[in-house]
């Protein structure tokens, strides 16, 4: 059996990537998808930044989101 952190890692990184391009393609740095591994509410974080902070890219489309 895999240990419970790697399978934790796992799951974080399963998670991760997926953000990484989400940030990357809204025109924030995609570091900050790195949140997802801080225990607790890392996750809630970079969900509310996705959702309540103006896209850089929309900004350049003309399109509000």
Same mark, same amino acid.
């Given at each position: 059996? #895999?240990?419970? *952190?790697? @399978?934790?890692?796992?799951? !974080?990184?399963? #998670?991760? #990537?997926? %953000?990484?391009? #989400?940030?990357?393609?809204? !025109? *924030? =740095? ?8 801080? &225990?607790?509410? !890392?996750?809630?974080? %970079?969900?509310? @930044? ?5 896209? &850089? =890219?929309?900004? @350049?489309? !003309?399109?509000?989101?």
């Amino acid at each position: 059996m #895999i240990p419970d *952190f790697f @399978q934790a890692m796992m799951v !974080g990184f399963m #998670i991760a #990537i997926p %953000v990484f391009f #989400i940030y990357q393609r809204a !025109g *924030f =740095n995609p570091v900050w998808s790195l949140l997802v591994f801080l &225990p607790g509410f !890392g996750l809630l974080l %970079v969900f509310m @930044q996705l959702a309540l902070l103006p896209w &850089p =890219n929309a900004q @350049q489309t !003309g399109r509000k989101l």
